[in-house]
């Protein structure tokens, strides 16, 4: 048996994720996720002033800003005992759905589909048409895509100033109302990207795609001429012929915190796609339980505690020990004692989507479906939007903005949908600071390491059985992390040998 140790770089947006593989003929035996970055949010957070998160949090991450702002403004209000007004969560979902529109735009066709353009795959009979379609910097779609993308995200600057990094949610509210002209603007920047979406991505009115609730009609959708010509149609024949919609599952079970809070409650839990807690053995989806929530790090490099804690009881201090069988930045959430994954595929089979049910239950859910997942929930991001838009134009009277009776110490969470998946923050306020703060990210529920009882992360299981044709270029495993929308720039960086691949410019 030939056994060949690789270490995987892949670049992220922050450049900060490692692969150790081991492959055994040439097929993954094992697999640790390494973060390598210590960044210490939660400590800097420490003793400051509770509003402060609202400002700090959103550094965290250059692509989803809104989704930590949303978070931290959603654990305050808890804290706090703070309801907002229904015009508040209107437009703070719009921002979101916008922030995700161009999140998922742009890791389906300028992060994921580059890698089908790798010259390994030149004698392919789909070869010709994935370059004209995606290649980096001259594909018609990836150049489209950067377009725009680059006007969806105009959304959340009518309403937050900027983006990234806007602080325009508060305790309470965000801080403009709705008018005609802001409305109107975002309208107008929807219309022209779902139609673009409709012609070229998928080939189709919305309408009839969100219709679309069997497996079986879609794979006879699939041979449709206009879906057949249109992005999507293309990149699923491509995925599907290299066997992808069968492999890299990963972890049986599933998590999503709800899409979308429901501005017609006050209720803080309600939201537009339902939560849940899907058991990938049962097929049963259980109610959300935040308390079952918990992060381990026997194998990560923080200060070692017995087991897994809750983020209220957490801390994240750092305590790096190289050499032993600790190897990663990243703790290990766990649901219980379940590892779990997260992201669309989860946020819409959890939230009742009867296509994506049907297409899990046939084949499960491999790296096509979550990449097609991602494609899918555009749709439901175009279609809550406009309601948001809709609804807001209705009442344009209604208050943006109620303050906080009091903001006395307490506890408070924040949970909501990213792009990437489930997404947590978790604050302690005690004499007008905070005490304690937490955060735990889609990715690091998706690139977990293993937990104190050993079991490997959904990445790791992920990768068991894939097989790497060249380890000089393990294509294949670049086709499984990015399925997971680990945030990759679009130079293709995979092998630390020295040599890396670029597609020219």
């Known amino acids: 048996m030939a056994r060949v140790e690789l270490n995987v770089s892949l670049n992220r947006v922050e450049g900060d994720l490692e692969l150790a ?7 993954v035996a094992e697999a640790r996720t390494i973060g390598t970055m210590y960044r210490g949010f939660e400590q800097i957070l420490i003793g400051r002033a509770p509003r402060d998160a609202l400002v700090i ?17 959603l654990a305050l209000e808890r804290a706090w005992g703070a309801v907002p007004p229904p015009n508040a969560t209107r437009i703070r979902n719009l921002c979101l759905m916008a922030e995700g529109i161009q999140n998922d735009l742009r890791q389906t066709f300028l992060f994921f589909t580059p890698d089908f353009c790798n010259p390994r795959y030149a004698a392919e009979p789909w070869f010709d048409e994935m370059m004209a379609a ?27 100033g900027q983006w990234p990094h806007s602080s325009y949610m508060a305790p309470g509210g965000v801080t403009l ?13 929807l219309d022209d990207a779902q139609r673009w979406y409709e012609q070229r991505i998928i080939g189709a009115p919305l309408e009839r795609w969100l219709a679309l609730d069997k ?95 809750h983020p209220w009881n957490g801390e994240t201090i750092p305590n790096y020990e190289p050499g032993g069988d600790r190897y990663t930045w990243s703790k290990a959430p766990r649901y219980g004692d379940k590892v ?3 992201g669309p595929l989860a946020e819409l089979l959890i939230g009742g989507d009867p296509l994506i049910a049907s297409l899990n239950a046939l084949e499960g859910g491999g790296a096509w479906l979550r990449q097609f997942a991602r494609a899918r929930r555009i749709a439901h991001e175009f279609l809550h939007a406009r309601r948001m838009l ?6 344009l009277s209604g208050e943006h903005f109620i303050p906080p009776a009091n903001e006395a110490d307490g506890d408070g969470y924040g949970l909501i949908m990213a792009a990437r998946g489930a997404l947590g923050h978790w604050i302690k306020i005690k004499d007008g600071v905070i005490e304690k703060y937490q955060i735990v990210t889609p990715t690091a529920w998706n690139a977990s390491p293993r937990d104190s009882a050993g079991q490997p992360g959904h990445w790791e299981q992920s990768l068991v059985g894939v097989e790497v044709r060249d380890p000089d270029d393990p294509v294949e495993i ?14 293709v960086h995979m092998l630390d040998t020295g040599r890396k691949v670029h597609f020219n410019a």
Not at 57 to 73: D, N
Not at 179 to 188: E, V
Not at 478 to 491: E, M, Q, W, Y
């Open 340 to 342: 779990v994954q997260t």
């Open 57 to 73: 949090t959103p550094r965290v991450c250059g692509i989803c800003g809104t989704a930590h702002l949303y978070s931290s403004a």
């Open 177 to 189: 109302p709705a008018d005609l002209r802001r409305i109107s603007a975002c309208r107008a920047v």
């Open 215 to 309: 497996a079986e009609d879609y794979f006879a959708w699939l041979d449709a001429p206009a879906h057949a010509a249109s992005a999507l149609g293309m990149l699923s024949r491509c995925v599907r012929a290299l066997g992808l919609h069968r492999s890299a599952a990963g972890a049986k079970h599933m998590l999503s915190y709800g899409a979308w809070r429901d501005p017609a409650t006050t209720d803080a839990d309600a939201t537009l796609l339902a939560s849940g807690f899907y058991d990938g053995e049962t097929g049963a989806i259980a109610p959300l339980d935040q308390t079952q929530i918990n992060e381990h790090v026997r194998h990560s490099w923080f200060r070692h505690y017995e087991g897994g804690r």
């Open 21 to 27: 593989v081991t492959l055994d003929d040439g097929v």
């Open 134 to 160: 995606f290649e980096p910097f001259r594909g018609a779609i990836y150049l489209e895509t950067l377009a725009v993308t680059r006007k969806v995200v105009q959304i959340v600057a009518h309403f937050g």
């Open 478 to 491: 670049g086709h499984i992390i990015r399925s997971h929308d680990p945030c990759l720039v679009c130079t």
């Open 390 to 395: 809709d609804q807001l134009a209705a009442d």
